[in-house]
C-alpha cells in the first residue's frame, strides 16, 4: 500500500509542470493494474447483511472501477462503535468508505465518530455532494451531512445511508478523485 500512495507523491516537480500532463495522468490512473484496497461500512442497527442494498450499492460501483473491496460490514448507530470500526481500518485499507448515519436524527453520529480521526478534513467532498445530490432531491440535499477527511494516509468518506445517495457518492464525487485524495495524503 505504501508503494502505491509514494507513487502518487512522486507526481510533485517536473512531472506536474505542464497541467494537462497531470491531469492526463490521473484520469487515466483507473485503467493501470494498479487497484487501492477499499471497506464499506453500512451504519445501521436496523440493517442486515441480506437486506444491506447501499453496501452492495458502494462494492458494485467500486469493483466496476477495478478497485477491491477488502471488508464489507455492517455497524450500529453507536458513536462508539463507528470510532473503534473506522480506526481499526486506517492504515490497513486505502479508503473506508460509509453510508448511512449523516443526518439530523439522534442516531445519526457518523460524522461526530470520524472526526476525532480525521488529520485533515475535506469539507469540499461533502459540498459537491450536496450540489450534485441537489438535482435528484432538491433542497433536502442540505439535510445532509456527508463529509470526508483522511486519516494517516487513508481516505475516510461519509455518505448517506440511500443506495441512490451512496452510488452518486461513490462514482461521481469519490472514485473521480482518489487517486489525487490519497497521493497527496501520502506525500
Do not use: C
Not at 486505502?94 to 457518523?110: F, H, I
Amino acid at each position: 500500500m505504501s508503494d502505491h500512495g509514494d507513487g502518487g507523491g512522486g507526481h510533485e516537480g517536473h512531472d506536474h509542470d505542464g497541467h494537462k500532463s497531470g491531469d492526463h495522468d490521473h484520469q487515466h490512473h483507473h485503467d493501470s493494474d494498479e487497484t487501492w484496497t477499499f471497506a464499506v461500512l453500512t451504519i445501521s442497527t436496523s440493517r442486515s447483511a441480506s437486506d444491506d442494498r447501499s453496501g452492495e450499492v458502494a462494492r458494485e460501483a467500486i469493483e466496476t472501477a477495478g478497485h477491491e473491496v477488502a471488508v464489507q460490514e455492517i455497524v450500529a448507530d453507536d458513536q462508539e462503535a463507528i470510532t473503534e470500526a473506522v480506526d481499526d481500518l486506517v492504515g490497513t485499507v486505502d479508503v473506508v468508505v460509509t453510508s448511512g448515519g449523516t443526518g439530523l436524527t439522534p442516531d445519526d453520529v457518523t460524522v461526530e465518530a470520524l472526526r476525532p480521526l480525521l488529520d485533515k478534513e475535506l469539507p469540499g467532498v461533502g459540498e459537491y455532494f450536496r450540489r450534485l445530490s441537489h438535482e435528484q432531491v432538491g433542497t433536502m440535499a442540505m439535510l445532509s451531512r456527508a463529509t470526508a477527511g483522511v486519516a494517516d494516509g487513508t481516505a475516510i468518506y461519509a455518505f448517506p445511508g440511500n443506495p441512490d445517495a451512496v452510488e452518486l457518492g461513490v462514482e461521481e464525487v469519490l472514485l473521480p478523485e482518489i487517486d489525487h485524495v490519497l497521493g497527496l495524503a501520502r506525500r
